[in-house]
């Protein structure tokens, strides 16, 4: 029996990124909702495991300042140990792009620091303030997005449907062998669960095979 996955529709993916960012208004990009909003779309238009998010240095996003166009998967953060490489969404480019601008040094600080950071911790050291941050953590992206989907239509889901929102739409255009690869999957029965119409595909469908019918 295949398993069943849970998905997003397009109307709650709309509510959810609104609630974690209006990116459209200037004044709502702080850094930490910035963050959020860009984690997010990592899973929902790259697909990306919340793992795999975490595990982000600067260099995969940002090159000489500017957002890279595809993303690289590096085999040491990869669930399945292999590299694959996926195309950035032009909404993804803005948010990094934001993010940039509202992190200190986002652009600048050496490559192999973690994109994404969770909690800011002051030090003192020989007499001297220092700040120290740590990487954000796979459980506090798990809250993140359990509160923000409560908010935003009132479930709480887990990042893993932010992924397989994007596993399901991509293997509508797609060939499952093109959706295995981007997902990073070593089995293709792994993939399979993606393929399964929804109650739209099923409308869709049935208009179709009834509409070209011939008539009695």
């Known amino acids: 029996m295949q398993r069943k996955i849970q998905t997003l529709t397009s109307q709650e993916s709309i509510l959810l990124l609104q609630e974690l960012c209006l990116i459209n208004d200037p004044a709502d990009h702080t850094p930490r909702r910035i963050r959020n909003y860009t984690i997010a779309l990592l899973m929902l238009d790259a697909g990306l495991r919340v793992g795999e998010v975490c595990g982000l240095q600067i260099r995969d996003l940002i090159y000489n300042g500017e957002p890279v166009l595809a993303v690289t998967i590096r085999p040491e953060i990869s669930k399945s140990k292999t590299e694959r490489t996926l195309p950035l969404s032009s909404r993804l ?24 950071y969770g909690h800011e911790l002051g030090t003192t050291t020989m007499g001297q303030n220092m700040t120290t941050f740590s990487p954000i953590t796979t459980r506090q992206v798990q809250r993140i997005i359990a509160d923000a989907s409560f908010s935003a239509f009132g479930r709480r889901i887990h990042p893993h449907s932010l992924r397989h929102t994007f596993g399901t739409r991509l293997a509508k255009v797609l060939p499952i062998k093109g959706v295995q690869d ?34 009695t």
């Open 93 to 116: 480019q803005d948010a990094i792009r934001i993010m940039i601008t509202k992190l200190p040094n986002a652009g600048v600080l050496p490559g192999q620091r973690p994109m994404f």
């Open 182 to 215: 981007a997902l990073g999957h070593r089995q293709l029965s792994s993939t399979q669960v993606y393929i399964h119409p929804d109650a739209e595909d099923l409308k869709n469908g049935i208009a179709t095979i009834t509409e070209d019918s011939p008539q």
